[in-house]
């Protein structure tokens, strides 16, 4: 009762100051210069993909298909966190307001619940493509993959709503700096003079449902290809299906190993420089190799880019 009065007798903040990956002048100038070509090539692979896969018949295919869902997901996801990345390396601490702050940090939770469910709907995809071949045709049909996609979407729009409404809601009194390079769930929970007990169950309840329980799926579609490669008759054949697993399966790695570190239990993360460099990795360096893992060394992709440059 009494931290309830104190609180309502403090003002409440209305901007916050992100102090950017990098508080050193001498080391601004240098990130700044590699993050822009980081993600002017992120831009640019994403959106080759895209052209790819809606101008080539041949990769009108589901793989394709929720890879080119893929690659507009990252071009908006490096479109929200990469630019005040940018601004703190190039003019040093940055000041957001609130109401920024809090559109920053929705479409960012949307995003990354989205992408969790792609990559899930991708595996599976591959699940069914070398477990159940005779069967892809019909499990994976047009309405299908346009269920999972939309479902994908929707279901981070839906999240992001309760979650970033919850987080929104509390207050904030002072302290107001931030350690992150972008309104990131953790250091907003660790600035509220208010509980954040319903903040943390939501949080809790949404990672549980998102996080878990897309890499529960994702991890049972490639324990079932890799009992069933295992029982394939040749190494041939053994290796061509490893080789249409193996890309995914690195990017699943990075991203939920990065992400569940940080976000199963987000306000009693203490190093944050930790968890800044766990960002870099999956808000920077997934979305530039992911178009180099999953399609650029694809011999269909390969394909559609020479006839592409060919036309031109």
């Given at each position: 009762m009494e931290r309830s009065l104190a609180v309502g007798n403090v003002t409440r903040v209305q901007e916050f100051v992100l102090l950017g990956l990098s508080t050193r002048p001498e080391v601004r100038d240098v990130l700044f210069a590699v993050f822009l070509t980081l993600y002017l090539l992120t831009l640019l692979e994403n959106s080759l993909i895209v052209l790819l896969v809606c101008r080539h018949s041949e990769l009108h295919k589901p793989?394709?298909?929720?890879?080119?869902?893929?690659?507009?997901?990252?071009?908006?996801?490096?479109?929200?966190?990469?630019?005040?990345?940018?601004?703190?390396?190039?003019?040093?601490?940055?000041?957001?307001?609130?109401?920024?702050?809090?559109?920053?940090?929705?479409?960012?939770?949307?995003?990354?619940?989205?992408?969790?469910?792609?990559?899930?709907?991708?595996?599976?995809?591959?699940?069914?493509?070398?477990?159940?071949?005779?069967?892809?045709?019909?499990?994976?049909?047009?309405?299908?993959?346009?269920?999972?996609?939309?479902?994908?979407?929707?279901?981070?729009?839906?999240?992001?709503?309760?979650?970033?409404?919850?987080?929104?809601?509390?207050?904030?009194?002072?302290?107001?700096?931030?350690?992150?390079?972008?309104?990131?769930?953790?250091?907003?929970?660790?600035?509220?003079?208010?509980?954040?007990?319903l903040t943390e169950l939501v949080?809790?309840?949404?990672?549980?449902?998102?996080?878990?329980?897309?890499?529960?799926?994702?991890?049972?579609?490639?324990?079932?290809?890799?009992?069933?490669?295992?029982?394939?008759?040749?190494?041939?054949?053994q290796r061509k299906a490893f080789s249409t697993c193996a890309s995914h399966l690195v990017v699943v790695g990075v991203f939920y190993s990065a992400a569940l570190f940080i976000y199963c239990r987000p306000s009693r993360i203490r190093s944050m420089d930790l968890n800044k460099v766990l960002s870099v990795i999956y808000t920077v360096a997934t979305p530039v190799c992911n178009p180099v893992i999953y399609c650029l060394r694809n011999r269909e992709v390969h394909v559609a880019l020479r006839r592409t440059l060919h036309w031109s």
């Open positions: 793989m394709y298909f929720f890879l080119g869902n893929l690659s507009c997901l990252e071009m908006c996801y490096v479109s929200v966190t990469t630019p005040s990345l940018l601004a703190g390396l190039r003019t040093g601490p940055c000041r957001v307001p609130f109401t920024a702050c809090m559109t920053q940090l929705f479409f960012f939770i949307s995003l990354i619940c989205t992408e969790c469910t792609l990559l899930a709907s991708m595996a599976y995809d591959r699940y069914v493509a070398i477990c159940r071949p005779l069967h892809y045709p019909l499990l994976m049909r047009p309405q299908v993959c346009l269920g999972l996609a939309v479902t994908s979407w929707l279901g981070g729009l839906l999240v992001s709503v309760a979650k970033t409404t919850c987080i929104a809601s509390l207050s904030y009194c002072g302290p107001n700096v931030l350690n992150q390079f972008f309104c990131d769930v953790s250091p907003l929970l660790n600035l509220s003079c208010t509980h954040v007990a949080d809790f309840i949404s990672a549980i449902i998102i996080f878990c329980g897309t890499l529960l799926v994702a991890l049972a579609s490639y324990s079932a290809i890799g009992v069933s490669v295992l029982h394939m008759p040749s190494a041939a054949a």
